[in-house]
């Protein structure tokens, strides 16, 4: 029997949180059984192109953007040229409506929607144009999709509507971490100095992109005024994003250089945070499952995040402080500067055995994709 045949249609694969979900499924998966086709909208290579063609993947380009008047047809020709394909598996969110009618017209049987993020809070902003499409939108997915995935209880309702549990299509599929990563790394008391932070700074983390999303300009106003309260405080942030240069800006601005680390996004987190990080940040305006934050708790720091984040991410709460983006910056530096000899006691591989018995495990992500990706011949169109 061969492969079945499954197209993910993504932004691209830089080293992102949906993105390393996807490689760590894809290096999983058997290729016997499934053969992957990424079709992506950016023209430019990202992190794991090269690892995806290694492995055996197809990597095509779109060549259009998703707002242009030409996409759907410009997508045709993309999944007629790479296919044909048995699954098609959207990552693109609202789009996704238009990206399954193109898949449905071409007789793909199996047509994925998939939400990553709650977007609600600018869902409701008033907005007539954004209002009409998100309409339309959910229209299409709920016409031609044949399975909606979302990766919490908040993202479901931005794809999906808010009566989405009526619908037996629609479930909650959570991402899948490999949390032997976190159990396997070896302490190396020489992370820090090669990072050039000084041994005796408290060290706040922070991992993710840098957009608007992520509230970055907030993290740097709580770290004005945690320099006041603990001068041993200092801020580590990775990632990268179109946002970089202005945020880099701006800590040379208020002369933080000297206590905040800028590094771009790199492949050794786990790492980083086990080795150079005591407590983590997190204070998004909004999230569907936040990796990073996963991450930090499996790396058992204790962690301060906004309250607009889904509570399936407050996965250890003892340890953990949930502060409302109403509160000012100085409340949130105090509840930080609060955590500091306040360490967690379990270990890191002691968190990872105990997360590996969740459906946060990516053993477990993987069977559910399995079974919905080798369902495709049982599928009506």
Not at 248 to 263: F, S
Not at 265 to 276: G, H, K, M, W
Request: glycine share 4%; net charge positive; with cysteine.
């Amino acid at each position: 029997m061969p492969p079945t045949a499954v197209a993910q249609v993504v932004g691209c694969m830089r080293r992102a949180g949906i993105e390393t979900w996807l490689m760590n499924v894809v290096r999983r998966l058997d290729p016997r059984r499934f053969q992957f086709t990424f079709c992506v909208h950016s023209e430019q290579e990202a992190d794991y192109d090269q690892e995806l063609l290694a492995r055996g993947c197809r990597l095509v380009r779109i060549g259009c953007s998703k707002h242009s008047p030409a996409y759907p047809a410009a997508l045709a020709r993309c999944l007629q040229s790479a296919g044909p394909f048995d699954v098609l598996h959207s990552h693109e969110h609202q789009i996704s409506g238009v990206i399954l009618a193109v898949a449905r017209s071409l007789g793909i049987a199996t047509r994925i929607a998939h939400s990553h993020n709650d977007t609600s809070r600018n869902d409701s902003l008033p907005n007539l144009p954004r209002f009409t499409y998100r309409a339309v939108m959910r229209r299409l997915i709920r016409r031609h999709a044949t399975q909606g995935l979302a990766c919490s209880e908040l993202a479901a309702p931005s794809l999906y509507g808010p009566a989405w549990r009526n619908d037996p299509r629609f479930q909650i599929l959570p991402y899948g971490f490999d949390f032997d990563r976190f159990a396997n790394v070896r302490k190396n008391p020489t992370v820090r100095s090669e990072l050039g932070i000084p041994s005796d700074r408290w060290v706040i983390g922070h991992v993710g992109r840098m957009e608007p999303q992520k509230n970055h300009s907030f993290l740097l106003e709580i770290a004005l005024r945690l320099r006041v309260l603990d001068p041993r405080c200092h801020f580590l942030i990775v990632g990268d994003g179109t946002l970089r240069p202005a945020i880099e800006a701006r800590i040379a601005r208020h002369g933080l250089a000297d206590r905040i680390t800028v590094l771009p996004s790199r492949p050794d987190v786990p790492e980083l945070l086990i080795n150079a990080v005591d407590c983590f940040l997190f204070p998004s305006l909004h999230e569907g499952l936040p990796l990073a934050l996963i991450e930090a708790q499996a790396a058992a720091l204790p962690c301060v995040f906004s309250d607009t984040i889904t509570r399936e991410a407050n996965l250890f709460a003892h340890s953990n402080r949930v502060l409302s983006l109403d509160r000012t910056p100085d409340e949130w530096a105090a509840r930080i500067r609060e955590l500091r000899g306040q360490a967690v006691t379990a270990a890191p591989a002691d968190r990872a055995a105990r997360l590996k018995r969740t459906p946060l495990a990516i053993e477990e992500s993987v069977r559910r994709l399995e079974t919905l990706y080798g369902a495709h011949h049982a599928v009506a169109q």
